[in-house]
């Protein structure tokens, strides 16, 4: 076991999970899950949010934004209760950090959300199993829909 799985594993015996991230991958840029309200310092930068899609656990977004000159962030801010429907509906945002990134090119890149924090919030409210889970976002809605 890596030394940063076994932190994960250490963290999540600890207390619980608040924020989670995608494993590095050459598909995109790896952002952060978080709850509303359980992390602060997301960044407030202008983005342009341009689709998105869900595929097993990953949420898969193109965003686009002007730099070019410094590493930027962006995290998925999920609510702290889901809203009763069926499916159920969990609200959640994007915010970015652009960490005063001077440049000015137009950039577009795709960027990875793991949504397993959303499925473990899920299965300790509704029971372990599949479930459902409407993402509203932005100006998108997506269905999450998951295994045990």
């Known amino acids: 076991m890596t030394a940063a799985r076994l932190a994960l594993v250490v963290a999540l015996a600890a207390g619980g999970c ?4 995608v494993p590095p991958s050459q598909d995109g840029n790896v952002g952060r899950v978080v709850v509303e309200g359980h ?3 997301h960044g407030n930068d202008e983005f342009v949010f341009n689709e998105a899609v869900i595929a097993n656990d990953t949420l898969r977004a193109s ?3 002007g730099g070019g000159c410094a590493s930027h962030a962006f995290t998925l801010v999920i609510a702290a209760s889901f809203m009763e429907s069926w499916p159920v509906r ?3 945002f994007f915010r970015h950090e652009a960490n005063e990134d001077p ?3 137009w950039l577009t890149e795709t960027w990875l959300f793991d949504l397993a924090l959303v499925r473990e919030r899920y299965q300790t409210l ?3 199993g599949t ?3 409407l993402l509203q976002l932005e100006d998108a809605e997506l269905l999450y829909e998951f295994d045990s």
Do not use: F, K, N
């Open 131 to 133: 479930g459902e889970v």
């Open 103 to 105: 440049c000015e090119a």
């Open 90 to 92: 969990l609200r959640a």
């Open 39 to 41: 992390d602060s310092g």
């Open 18 to 21: 608040t924020a989670t991230s």
């Open 63 to 65: 965003m686009s934004y």
């Open 126 to 128: 509704y029971g372990s």
